[in-house]
């Protein structure tokens, strides 16, 4: 059975960094674009990170690019997305996501979903 668990997530002051976590069970990440996507309250679900290793390629989303690296370990089945630099804008639901081919911007692409994990950015 897959299974996509996020992790990671918290209240942190504007300026600090937080760590996220994807555990994927079930799953050979090896050969799928991972990522992650946010969702601001009031606001539509976005696309904020993708890594494809097949593709070669990794999207950042305009307003994180230069403050989020995405990185993955294939040994230990876990996609990290590093976030520093934390303005209030990046409050949000993040969700983990995969999906077999090259990576893609729209939700509803991707198979395989975490559940969210909540990053509050408030002082």
């Known amino acids: 059975q897959v299974k996509v668990v996020e992790s990671g997530g918290g209240l942190v002051q504007p300026g600090g960094s937080l760590r996220l976590s994807c555990a994927a069970s079930?799953?050979?990440?090896?050969?799928?674009?991972t990522g992650w996507f946010r969702q601001a309250p009031g606001k539509e679900r976005e696309a904020v990170s993708c890594n494809s290793i097949t593709e070669g390629s990794t999207y950042y989303s305009d307003s994180v690019k230069g403050r989020f690296t995405i990185s993955r370990d294939d040994i230990k089945r876990v996609v990290y997305l590093e976030m520093k630099e934390l303005k209030p804008d990046d409050t949000g639901v993040y969700y983990c996501?995969?999906?077999?081919?090259?990576?893609?911007?729209?939700?509803?692409?991707?198979?395989?979903r975490g559940q969210g994990t909540q990053v509050t950015v408030s002082s």
């Open positions: 996501v995969a999906r077999h081919g090259s990576c893609d911007e729209q939700w509803e692409r991707y198979v395989y």
């Open positions: 079930g799953l050979v990440v090896d050969y799928l674009a």
